[in-house]
């Protein structure tokens, strides 16, 4: 028999899926409903949308900064491991950087942007135009500082040459047919990395096929790597897997 409080978990974690399922606006609400709150979620922290903090390198060979154990101020010598506001000054003047890897071409996505550039007074035409046209033969993936992080410099056949996307549970990687940094990525007119891939392998199968539950992103960047997972079962608006 089962025990009545049993019973009342079971029911509060069904009431608790519930719940989250209607704070997703992909799954609750249309579209051309969507809040800038909303938006900002989606285009930023979603299934499609992957937060990536990189460490702060001070050099090129990738130093963080504690391992500078100490800096001579005057006649002092100040030890960052010793000082209770030391954090905070790292945090203050070297910060991590923070970053979105997005898959741009999923229609959730889309739509987003999409509904961000109306809310921003771009013209519905114009914003069709931009987001909600969709290329059949290529998917896409971006990767987009945040806040006052600085997109770090580097040339297309760098990005190319560093650049893939692994399937798991296979191990396979596809590799970008183009890469190169965009002055706009979206209505905001933040600067990106865009990477496009094939849809379709030379033999008309799918790039991505059945049985894929996660893509691994990895790019580099000098010293700086950045690596986000996307899980294909959260993938889903509402129904159906979106990828493009």
């Known amino acids: 028999m089962r025990k009545p409080g049993a019973a009342l978990t079971i029911a509060l974690l069904a009431l608790a899926a ?42 090129l ?26 954090n905070a000054v790292k945090d203050t003047f070297k910060p991590d950087s923070t970053f979105v890897v997005r898959w741009n071409s999923a229609l959730t996505i889309r739509r ?31 990767l987009v500082p945040v806040g006052q992080t600085l997109l770090p410099p580097t040339e297309p056949s760098t990005l190319l040459r560093n650049t893939y996307l692994e399937l798991q549970p296979s191990g396979e990687k ?18 990106g990395y865009a ?20 893509i691994d992103f990895f790019t580099q960047v000098g010293p700086r790597m950045f690596r986000a997972r996307f899980q294909l079962e959260k993938m889903f608006a509402p129904e159906d897997l979106d990828l493009y």
């Not at 799954?27 to 460490?55: G, M």
């Not at 496009?196 to 996660?214: E, K, M, T, W, Y």
């Open 195 to 214: 990477f496009q891939f094939r849809r379709l392998r030379p033999d008309g199968s799918p790039a991505i096929p059945q049985g894929v539950v996660r």
């Open 112 to 142: 987003a942007l999409y509904r961000d550039a109306l809310l921003r007074g771009i013209s519905k035409d114009e914003a069709t135009r931009r987001y909600l046209a969709q290329q059949d033969d290529e998917f896409e993936v971006v």
């Open 61 to 86: 060979t990738g130093d963080r900064p504690e391992q500078h154990e100490k800096i001579q101020i005057g006649k002092t010598v100040w030890d960052p491991a010793k000082d209770e506001q030391a």
């Open 18 to 59: 519930v719940c989250a399922a209607a704070s997703d606006p992909w799954k609750s609400k249309p579209y051309d409903k969507w809040t800038k709150k909303e938006v900002e979620k989606i285009l930023n922290n979603s299934p499609w949308a992957q937060v990536v903090r990189v460490p702060y390198h001070p050099m």
């Open 174 to 191: 596809l590799i970008p047919i183009r890469a190169q940094p965009r002055r706009e990525v979206d209505a905001s007119r933040r600067e």
